[in-house]
T-cell receptor, first 115, second 112 residues
């Protein structure tokens, strides 16, 4: 079982370039989310989706777009990269339970550097 | 809104000694509580979670945590650590299990 797969693992971008970070899960989880991890700040929620066709903003959405056309995929798009977006990005998924949602299952991360 | 404070940014400890990593949270509603571990250059792995029920929660690798509602704390403990426990540990809260709010992390350094 692959779980949550993120590609690429590493990326270097120039300021102003755009790119898409890919995230796929094979567990049929309804809920998917993107976080960024910065030193001393833990992880912060960028965007999330509760199912195909439904997305919403998290704590730090500016500069990022998402879409959810299938249950499996949840790509994160950087529209015009800035050095402040240098970070490690994690995709996560979970499924619904009676009391809410299960714990998040995380991918291995994408380390992005914007120069 | 919720917030999480991990009271120590780094905790050095000798192998086979006990350890406690402290986590306090703030929330106006009931929350689910989680501890995750991150080994170098890897993703986050769930150690344990509290959704409801017994306030003492046992997780993987010999870790446990106790939920204290009056003190709004969820401290992580292990009676005897190993070198392999060296990692960064994150406490997180959420009202329903999604939209996690994380603490800044605690780096546990186990020395021989």
């Amino acid at each position: 079982n692959a779980g949550v797969t993120q590609t690429p693992k590493f990326q270097v971008l120039k300021t102003g370039q755009s790119m898409t970070l890919q995230c796929a899960q094979d567990m049929n989880h309804e809920y998917m989310s993107w976080y960024r991890q910065d030193p001393g700040m833990g992880l912060r929620l960028i965007h999330y989706s509760v199912g195909a066709g439904i997305t919403d903003q998290g704590e730090v959405p500016n500069g990022y777009n998402v879409s959810r056309s299938t249950t499996e995929d949840f790509p994160l798009r950087l529209l015009s990269a800035a050095p402040s977006q240098t970070s490690v990005y994690f995709c996560a998924s979970s499924y619904s339970i009676a009391q809410g949602w299960t714990e998040a299952f995380f991918g291995q991360g994408t380390r992005l550097t914007v120069v | 809104a919720q917030s999480v404070t991990q009271l120590d940014s780094q905790v050095p400890v000798f192998e086979e000694a006990p350890v406690e990593l402290r986590c306090n949270y703030s929330s106006s509603v009931s929350v689910y509580l989680f501890w995750y571990v991150q080994y170098p250059n890897q993703g986050l792995q769930l150690l344990l979670k509290y959704l409801s029920g017994s306030t003492l929660v046992k997780g993987i690798n010999g870790f446990e945590a106790e939920f204290n509602k009056s003190q709004t704390s969820f401290h992580l403990r292990k009676p005897s650590v190993h070198i392999s426990d060296t990692a960064e540990y994150f406490c997180a809260v959420s009202p329903y299990g999604n939209k996690l709010v994380f603490g800044a992390g605690t780096i546990l350094r186990v020395k021989s």
